[in-house]
């Protein structure tokens, strides 16, 4: 199970909901396809995804202090389960925040909450967090970002 996140602009959100009404799967192939469009010249995506890390990520940021839930917080915009969870929608007003917290809070310093079995008791998928590689792993993911 992956994550992935999509920025959407205020005709596709329109647009995404007209879908979501006519048929989910329409509505998902719509945010894939703007998850992989180029947004400028220079940018390959609007969009990206965390893998399996997304539930590591989610873990230590709730424990720094993240006053918005970037994984599975926000606004359900349906009853349809894209994967786990049905599709959600972050607000500008919460993306803003997010950002904030993120652009002052180095991963170095999410590294104090990184406990493996903290993680594997609390049940953290992917259940890898005493591997050599799993805290790398979820570095990588926050230099995607």
Same mark, same amino acid.
Not at 14 to 40: N, S
Not at 51 to 71: E, R
Not at 101 to 121: K, V
């Given at each position: 199970?992956?994550? /992935?996140?999509?920025?959407?602009?205020?005709?596709?959100? $329109?647009?995404?909901?007209?879908?979501?009404?006519?048929?989910?799967?329409?509505?998902? !192939?719509?945010?894939? =396809? #703007?998850?992989?469009?180029? /947004? =400028?010249?220079?940018?390959?995506?609007? +969009?990206?995804? $965390?893998?399996?890390?997304?539930? +590591?990520?989610?873990?230590?940021?709730?424990?720094?202090?993240?006053?918005? =839930?970037?994984?599975?917080? +926000?606004?359900? #915009?349906?009853?349809?389960?894209?994967?786990?969870?049905?599709?959600?929608?972050?607000?500008?007003?919460?993306?803003? !925040?997010?950002?904030?917290?993120?652009?002052?809070?180095?991963?170095?310093?999410?590294?104090?909450?990184?406990?493996?079995?903290?993680?594997?008791?609390?049940?953290?998928?992917? +259940?890898?967090?005493?591997?050599?590689?799993?805290?790398?792993?979820?570095?990588?993911?926050? !230099?995607?970002?």
């Amino acid at each position: 199970m992956i994550a /992935e996140h999509v920025r959407l602009r205020p005709h596709e959100f $329109t647009e995404l909901q007209r879908l979501l009404l006519d048929g989910p799967e329409e509505a998902y !192939e719509y945010a894939c =396809d #703007l998850q992989m469009r180029g /947004e =400028d010249q220079g940018v390959s995506s609007r +969009g990206m995804h $965390t893998d399996k890390a997304w539930a +590591g990520l989610q873990h230590l940021l709730a424990k720094a202090g993240m006053p918005v =839930d970037i994984v599975g917080g +926000g606004e359900p #915009l349906s009853d349809d389960m894209w994967g786990i969870d049905p599709p959600r929608l972050l607000t500008a007003a919460d993306v803003a !925040e997010a950002s904030r917290f993120l652009d002052g809070t180095p991963f170095a310093s999410l590294t104090e909450y990184y406990d493996p079995a903290e993680l594997a008791s609390a049940g953290v998928y992917p +259940g890898i967090w005493d591997q050599d590689w799993a805290l790398p792993y979820l570095r990588t993911f926050t !230099e995607a970002a």
